[in-house]
């Protein structure tokens, strides 16, 4: 059964850079069936898809987060990680990685999720 984990600072100033990894376990994130993917809840409101790396290495952003997004992948730990630049306030929220199956276009799998908070 494949197991997400996020991790990262919990505590990022403003203007600079959030940077979470998510390790995966009991499945391979290039297997040709899932892609892998960022989503957020700030606190009071709903979540929200950030963006997505595919089996391949291709990556979709969302169009309102794309200027301030990266989402890389580093197949020899079976990880991939998110960047996003320049945060404020309003990028505080929990941070979930989530497992994305092809065929039903659905998240079938996710981390438990991790508080990111911009503060000075």
């Known amino acids: 059964q494949v197991q997400l984990q996020e991790s990262g600072p919990g505590l990022v100033k403003p203007s600079q850079t959030l940077s979470l990894t998510c390790t995966v376990s009991g499945g391979s994130i290039t297997t040709n069936s899932y892609y892998w993917s960022w989503i957020r809840q700030p606190p009071g409101k709903g979540l929200e898809w950030i963006g997505h790396?595919?089996?391949?290495?291709?990556?979709y952003y969302s169009p309102s987060l794309t200027s301030r997004t990266s989402i890389s992948r580093d197949t020899s730990k079976n990880q991939f990680t998110l960047q996003l630049s320049s945060v404020t306030p309003e990028d505080t929220a929990v941070y979930y990685c989530?497992?994305?199956?092809?065929?039903?276009?659905?998240?079938?799998?996710w981390g438990q999720g991790a508080l990111v908070t911009v503060s000075s």
């Open positions: 790396i595919r089996h391949s290495g291709s990556t």
């Open positions: 989530a497992r994305g199956r092809y065929a039903q276009n659905v998240l079938d799998a």
